[in-house]
């Protein structure tokens, strides 16, 4: 663009470190389009800076949704810095699949092994203990998916939840792979406990240890197997990082119905459709909606449903009064819950 043309074509008005620190202002700002301008310039100046490219590859993975240009920058960095700097290949290991993927998470954390080795400070210690946790929750995930056929897949699963938490007993992500792995294994309790801890953490912990926005939403969507009131709070509390995310109605809705909550569930759904234009998602919606439809009776039940037209299902939520399905029900082997899932 006219931007980058124009500091790129005076080069002495402007250096990658200048660039660096700007982009990174940008950022704070939450204006991730001037950041993005802001690297581009740093790229033309210094093509193999490693900062530059691990700092623009994380930006074109996580807030520009450009994976092919990320996959493309961070693998740069990783030629010209190969033994240093976990988080590019932790990135890599997000942008591929299957062995590959897992080739990259186990060079994140041979670096962060020797970065622990190093390590005087028992701050510095303890986010270094913390990175490896959630890295090794994060090869747990890709053995309950791209490797699940893999003939020890369960085996390596449980090794690297235990080894996650034994690096890190307050790992998110550890408990939120427990979770899931328990729940392929029909343990239902044991899932339950497991995902309530990851919530129960993620309202302790500061801000900056907290999973990333779509990490919380699996959570919530994972928990709606075990414990749907539950999940309904979490997902609620989720949908105040972003009011207008379809997807999150969508599953407040679907968990609505779950608990018997007929009426919550058809302004839900209904605030969700008219959220999105997506047909996957429509799609998506629509057939939750036959389902819910077909649960009330039919669509003279859901025309007697109030407050169709009011612009904010959460205004007119149920009493929780009437509420069997959990949690009291489900502490034994969340019968009704199970049934549910």
Not at 8 to 19: F, H, L, N
Not at 67 to 84: F, G, K, S
Not at 197 to 203: D, F, M, N, P, S
Request: overall charge negative.
């Amino acid at each position: 663009n006219s931007f980058c043309t124009l500091l790129a074509s005076r080069p002495g008005t402007m250096d990658a470190p200048t660039c660096l620190a700007l982009a990174s202002n940008a950022l704070l700002e939450g204006n991730h389009g001037a950041a993005c301008e802001f690297y581009e310039v740093a790229l033309k100046l210094a093509p193999n800076n490693v900062d530059v490219l691990e700092a623009y590859g994380e930006v074109l993975l996580h807030h520009a949704r450009d994976p092919d240009r990320a996959l493309q920058l961070l693998r740069h960095a990783a030629e010209v810095c190969p033994d240093e700097g976990h988080v590019k290949f932790g990135n890599l290991a997000q942008l591929t699949h299957g062995k590959e993927s897992l080739g990259y998470y186990a060079k994140a954390l041979t670096i962060l092994r020797k970065d622990l080795a190093r390590s005087k400070v028992r701050e510095d210690k303890e986010a270094i203990r913390r990175s490896i946790a959630e890295t090794k929750a994060a090869v747990a995930e890709l053995y309950l998916t791209d490797l699940c056929d893999e003939p020890d897949a369960e085996e390596q699963c449980e090794k690297y939840v235990r080894e996650a938490l034994s690096s890190c007993s307050t790992c998110v992500d550890a408990y939120q792979a427990l979770g899931s792995l328990r729940l392929t294994q029909e343990c239902w309790p044991d899932a339950k406990a497991a995902l309530v801890r990851a919530v129960e953490l993620c309202t302790e912990l500061e801000e900056a240890l907290q999973p990333p926005y779509e990490a919380r939403v699996e959570l919530g969507k994972l928990l709606m197997q075990v414990s749907p009131r539950r999940a309904f709070e979490w997902l609620r509390a989720v949908l105040t990082l972003d009011p207008q995310n379809a997807y999150v109605w969508f599953l407040m809705g679907e968990t609505a119905r779950m608990r018997g909550k007929f009426h919550d569930a058809c302004r839900l759904l209904k605030h969700a459709r008219f959220s999105t234009g997506d047909p996957e998602a429509l799609a998506e919606i629509d057939n939750a909606v036959r389902v819910l439809v077909e649960e009330m009776g039919g669509a003279e039940a859901v025309a007697q449903v109030p407050h169709m037209d009011q612009p904010n299902p959460l205004d007119f939520l149920d009493d929780d009064d009437d509420d069997v399905t959990d949690d009291d029900a489900d502490s034994c082997a969340t019968d009704s819950d199970d049934d549910a899932a």
